[in-house]
């Protein structure tokens, strides 16, 4: 299998890579000469005409609703994250995931030692590209990680000294189902009582910002502010984002708890710079109330609690499939954990039967399957499309654990 079939897999369960793409795009717009040198040494295209095939119309309201929205917030959260990670005085950042912004590039220049983690199509990118900007850097790692696999991303942490990690997470935990969540949690929890430090997010604040922030820039517009959501789903990942507990505001909180942090909430506004390119074009009074949105916006900043007693330590089985034809009937016999990092793995047996004869049926055993994510999940979705009759993908002998998340995403029907 070639390297753009493995690329086209790994998107295909994976598919929010356009996403990070755009972000190191409006950075570099925005005047980052990291950013600008980064997105040339990847083969971005900054030139690209994401207005093909719009109406004048259609590039108009492009141009001048959707993106600059956009923009702010990109840019906002990218300098307010940065200059709090480079004053919390810690020696060691985690960036998860990391993405195709130019972090490593920056931190590069300072005595901290930065963890660049993301998904294998990512870092395949981002390792050898950071490396051609900066050299070779003794400070500066990329890692492939699934972050609900505690064990690929305590590899990743390899024998780094037990100094504080401050552990950014941003725009990952809108995608989460709530078994993920939990995961992540829980994973990040378990580095953070090995090496002490915290945790920060702004992914349910930037949320909230971004709808305050559309509502300034088309003058509280309903009719504009619809139009602009459905702009943005018609041309956004086809992702669903979770509905888990770190957005619910009714619950959150406890959750935080419940999983072993205390939180603390720092106005982001705080470390904003003093100018944002992506207002210049603004009004002085809309500039001024565009930033002001971000004085109810803040750094979630979570420590784990003290523990009485040892952790659980849980032992990640490595994952296998087998795969037996039978006439049309297909047997897969999966163990371990079916994840990020493994689900393109099990995609590309289907696609290899596929390509020997006709299936006609599915049956998968997961009796020794420990864990199974979202990625995992799309791979079963996709082998019910490619079956003429999706009464024919069978899903027996899963574990209770398994079952659960399985039954939440209401795939439970296929379960014999």
Known sequence: MSVSDIENLRAEVNPVFTTAQACLRVNAEMGDADALRLMTVLGFDSDQNRTAGMTPEMVTFVT????????????????????FLLESGVSQVVDLPCGYTPRGVKFSRHDIRYFG????????????AVTEVI???EHVSYHAVDATNYTSLRTALGDAPKEELLISIEGLLMYLTQS??????????RLLHEFGGRWITTDNELIKGQRRLLSLLVDGDEDEIKAIDKMAADNSPKVA?????FFRPDEVERFISERGFDLEKLPLFDYLPDELRSL?????????A???????VYFWVMTPKPVAVREDVREEKDFKAQMRMRGGDLEITVSGRLDTITAPTLLAMFRD???????????IDMANLVYISSAGLRVLILMLKALEDEDHLNLINMSKAVREIIETTGLDTLMC
């Open 290 to 296: 565009a930033r002001d949105v971000f004085k109810d």
């Open 135 to 137: 050299g070779e850097s």
């Open 280 to 288: 210049e074009q603004l009004p002085p009074d809309k500039r001024r």
């Open 353 to 363: 039967a596929e390509k020997e004869q006709t299936i006609a049926s599915v049956t």
């Open 64 to 83: 001048q609703k959707l993106t600059p929205g956009f923009n702010v917030m990109v840019e906002t959260r990218f300098a307010a994250s940065n200059r």
């Open 117 to 128: 983690m993301d998904l294998p199509a990512v870092i395949d990118a981002m390792a050898p």
């Open 241 to 245: 984002l979770a509905q888990n507990s």
């Open 180 to 189: 993920e969540l939990e995961e992540v949690f829980d994973n990040v929890r």
